[in-house]
């Protein structure tokens, strides 16, 4: 059992950055590609960013690409998710999730294990 607790939200200006972690109770990530996901009041979860188990391949939203960095430590115990120039848009509840496949995917159902979420407010 993969127990992720997420950190690093708050509320920032439009134009700021934050850096979301995402840490395992008691056991190496370094078996499970890792993913961001982020639902905002009203909407569906959606994809924001994965990265494999290695951290050799990287797979952002459209939304964020250019913006948003996925990483994770030599460790293999925390992912990151480095969010720069954030809009009001980006405003929701931001998730990392765990997966055992062979590659690092963008369906949330493919995900069997989740953070509680932390709440990320862009103010304009």
């Known amino acids: 059992q993969v127990q992720l607790v997420e950190t690093g939200g708050g509320l920032v200006q439009a134009g700021g950055s934050l850096r979301l972690s995402c840490a395992s109770s008691?056991?190496?990530?370094?078996?499970?590609?890792m993913g961001w996901f982020r639902q905002a009041p009203g909407k569906e979860r959606e994809f924001v960013a994965a990265i494999s188990r290695t951290g050799g391949n990287q797979y952002y939203a459209d939304s964020v690409n250019g913006r948003f960095t996925i990483s994770r430590d030599n460790l293999k115990i925390t992912a990151y998710l480095q969010m720069n120039s954030l809009k009001p848009e980006d405003t929701a509840v931001y998730y990392c999730a765990a997966n055992l496949g062979s590659a690092a995917p963008s369906s949330s159902w493919e995900y069997a294990y989740w953070g509680q979420g932390t709440q990320v407010t862009v103010s304009s």
């Open positions: 008691g056991r190496t990530l370094s078996a499970y590609n």
